[in-house]
């Protein structure tokens, strides 16, 4: 990466730090979290850290059998490492469902949820519950498993006197949703849709999401934070939808950009690091909380998400 790209920002890290560097001397031992979309690209990477760390991962992940070779690889190479493999399809609100049952039955406490799956640029679809599969993948899923996981996170801050962490991946190109912000009307419609804005609208939903759960907690004096994040541009599986901007960024890109453990990085700094303990509802770049742009800011549209959200799950 370019040495213009090793600024550091008051947390001391800079956009070239990795994982492994703004994790180093922290014990996660006693700690468990899930992550989605743990079987390619910064979800791997992110267990792989947390493993390293002691922290006990459960990955969800819609094809056990690469789960399972994730798993295989991360334990080769952390003989300690605790982690589980579940199958959790976020496009599917009965593959949620059956997850959390699957994970109840474990019988383990919860203390930080890792919202990483995500799709990206993808043809016009719909889910088996018939929304529009960005969406569907990337918020609607993720609203859902979030929702009925919260008891768990609440009661094993509670129980341990641990923070909780809720993180949420999300992105700078939230910035690309449609003009409204959230085409809460035609969320479902195939006219008018942009594979660029849907992506774009369903990132703008996580940040969202990720403010107003923040502050529902600390309306309740729940002892649980929820942040969200752009982990920065790396070449992984996201883009293979855009043949030109996978290639580009796969390429050329790899001088530039950053590798899978740099774009890690502020999602297990976010997870583990005592920096960032009681902050909340904060979008962080490069380990860095920065404002979101509006529309992420708008108080009536993240309401109408919540609301909105909260219909189409129940
Ligand atoms: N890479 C970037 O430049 C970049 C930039 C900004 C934000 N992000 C965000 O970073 C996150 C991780 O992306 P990545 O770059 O690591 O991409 P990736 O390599 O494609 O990994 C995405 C993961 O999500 C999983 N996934 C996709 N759909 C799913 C579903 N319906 N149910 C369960 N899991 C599903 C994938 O599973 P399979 O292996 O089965 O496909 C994969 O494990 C995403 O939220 C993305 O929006 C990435
Ligand atoms: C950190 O975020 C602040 C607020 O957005 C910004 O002014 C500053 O330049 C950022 N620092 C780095 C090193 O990116």
């Known amino acids: 990466m370019l040495g213009l790209l090793r600024r550091r920002g008051p947390s001391g890290f800079s ?4 994982a492994e560097e703004v994790t180093a001397g922290i014990d996660g031992c006693g700690l468990v979290a899930i992550v989605t979309g743990a079987s390619h690209g910064i979800g791997t990477e992110t267990c792989r850290v947390l493993a390293l760390r002691g922290v006990q991962v459960v990955m969800g992940v819609r094809n056990t059998l690469s789960g399972a070779r994730v798993r295989e690889e991360i334990v080769r190479q952390i003989p300690t490492a605790k ?3 579940l199958e959790l399809d976020l496009s599917s609100m009965s593959s949620v469902r059956r997850f959390v049952k699957n994970f109840n039955a474990l019988n383990l ?23 529009e599969l960005h969406f569907a993948t990337n918020h609607l899923g993720h609203f859902l498993l979030t929702d009925l996981l919260l008891e768990k996170i609440k009661v094993t801050a509670e ?7 809720i993180v949420i991946v999300s992105s700078e190109g939230y910035k690309h949703a449609y003009r409204e912000g959230i085409r809460f009307h035609k969320i479902n419609d195939e ?17 969202l999401h990720s403010n107003e759960l923040s502050k529902n907690l600390k309306e309740q004096n729940a002892k649980v934070v929820v942040n969200s994040l752009h982990p920065g541009e790396v070449c992984t599986n996201i883009m293979h939808h855009w043949a030109f901007l996978h290639g580009l960024m796969c390429t050329l890109g790899k001088f530039i950009l950053k590798d899978v453990g740099q774009g890690a990085a502020t999602v297990c700094y976010l997870a583990l690091h005592p920096q960032v303990a009681g902050v909340t509802g904060k979008y962080f ?9 509006s529309p992420a800011t708008d108080k009536e549209l993240v309401k ?3 609301d909105f959200s909260a219909s189409l799950v129940h």
């Open 15 to 18: 956009p070239s730090s990795t």
């Open 83 to 85: 982690i589980e493999v």
């Open 109 to 131: 406490p919860l203390n930080i949820l890792i919202n990483n799956a995500g799709i990206a640029f993808v043809p016009f679809e719909l889910s088996e519950d018939g929304i």
């Open 159 to 165: 129980q341990s006197d641990i923070e909780g962490r």
């Open 191 to 207: 006219s008018g849709y942009s594979r660029f804005s849907a992506y774009g609208q369903s990132k703008l939903a996580n940040i």
């Open 285 to 293: 770049i490069d380990c860095n909380a920065t404002d979101p742009k």
């Open 304 to 306: 109408r998400l919540w």
